[in-house]
């Protein structure tokens, strides 16, 4: 045997020898891993940073306030920033509820209230406050587990708008923070951005709006649709194209018979 026979001879016996070894390694039972014993943290804790804390307001007795506590917790974890409960008189009316906690000192409020005329979230972004209307959230006797889930899904996008979760994140834009009419004049532009505007448009079209044809006034006369004119220059187009349609194309096309066309 040639010496570059038996080094390939030898090699092809090293590469068996290694997938023998390893289907027999997973073969054999494993040893289970010992886990290291779980040590008590002794739960999670907020350090507060000092300075205004967010709010959600409870105004209403339908909901027990257990259940705002723990969101505001939840609010605080997720999103690093200060969120309190606060438990006040029961008031429909969100809006002296959120603005007392607002003059109170809070950065930001979510009000919870239960009244029988107001939607489920209304929302004033350059306040810094909205508001979820449990009464609404109770329409349809759902059970317990759906109405915990709306009252959750809606604290959330409450809290979202109240605290600029609106705004894009394409800047410099109209949708951004603002809390006073001078911030309102600093920004340049007079309408959204393509983020926004896409998103108008999207949940539009949700809805079942369909969009609109932009043409020309001249467009609209030549495919018929257009309204009648209002000026002289809508007038000229109005009767050119009238005049032309009349006419009829000026340069026809021909159509030679079967016997020429061969």
Same mark, same amino acid.
């Given at each position: 045997m040639?010496v570059?026979?038996?080094g390939?001879?030898?090699?092809?016996?090293m590469?068996c020898?290694?997938?023998v070894?390893?289907?027999?390694a997973s073969?054999?039972?494993r040893?289970?891993?010992?886990?290291r014993?779980a040590?008590?943290s002794?739960g999670?804790?907020?350090?507060?940073?000092g300075?205004p804390?967010?709010?959600?307001?409870?105004a209403?007795s339908r909901?027990?306030?257990d259940?705002?506590?723990k969101?505001?917790?939840?609010?605080?974890?997720?999103?690093?920033?200060?969120?309190k409960?606060?438990?006040?008189a029961a008031?429909?009316?969100?809006?002296a509820?959120? $603005?007392a906690? +607002?003059?109170g000192? *809070? /950065?930001?409020?979510?009000?919870?209230?239960d !009244?029988p005329?107001l %939607?489920?979230?209304?929302?004033?972004?350059e306040e810094?406050?909205?508001a979820v209307n449990?009464?609404?959230?109770a329409?349809g006797e759902?059970?317990?587990?759906?109405f915990?889930?709306?009252? $959750?899904?809606? +604290?959330w996008?409450? *809290? /979202?708008?109240?605290v600029?979760g609106?705004? !894009?994140?394409?800047? %410099?834009?109209?949708?951004?923070g603002?809390t006073?009419?001078?911030?309102?004049?600093a920004?340049?532009?007079l309408?959204?951005?393509?983020?926004?505007?896409?998103k108008?448009?999207d949940e539009?079209?949700?809805r079942?709006?369909?969009?609109v044809?932009l043409?020309?006034?001249?467009q609209?006369?030549?495919?018929g649709?257009a309204?009648?004119p209002?000026n002289?220059v809508?007038r000229?187009?109005?009767e050119?194209?009238k005049?032309?349609?009349e006419r009829g194309?000026?340069?026809?096309?021909t159509?030679p018979?079967?016997?020429a066309?061969?």
């Amino acid at each position: 045997m040639k010496v570059r026979e038996i080094g390939f001879a030898a090699l092809v016996f090293m590469v068996c020898a290694v997938v023998v070894a390893q289907e027999a390694a997973s073969a054999a039972p494993r040893r289970p891993r010992r886990r290291r014993p779980a040590v008590a943290s002794g739960g999670l804790l907020v350090k507060e940073a000092g300075g205004p804390v967010l709010q959600i307001v409870n105004a209403q007795s339908r909901v027990a306030h257990d259940v705002f506590a723990k969101t505001a917790f939840d609010f605080t974890t997720s999103l690093t920033l200060p969120w309190k409960a606060m438990q006040v008189a029961a008031a429909a009316d969100a809006q002296a509820v959120a $603005r007392a906690a +607002l003059a109170g000192g *809070a /950065a930001g409020v979510v009000a919870v209230v239960d !009244s029988p005329s107001l %939607p489920a979230i209304f929302v004033a972004p350059e306040e810094g406050w909205a508001a979820v209307n449990v009464a609404k959230l109770a329409e349809g006797e759902p059970t317990a587990p759906v109405f915990a889930a709306r009252l $959750r899904k809606e +604290l959330w996008r409450a *809290a /979202a708008w109240a605290v600029g979760g609106g705004n !894009s994140s394409f800047q %410099p834009c109209l949708l951004r923070g603002v809390t006073t009419m001078k911030e309102l004049d600093a920004i340049p532009m007079l309408q959204p951005g393509p983020e926004p505007n896409n998103k108008m448009i999207d949940e539009a079209h949700r809805r079942g709006v369909r969009s609109v044809r932009l043409a020309s006034y001249r467009q609209a006369c030549r495919e018929g649709w257009a309204p009648a004119p209002t000026n002289d220059v809508q007038r000229a187009i109005f009767e050119q194209v009238k005049a032309d349609k009349e006419r009829g194309p000026t340069n026809p096309i021909t159509i030679p018979p079967p016997s020429a066309a061969k």
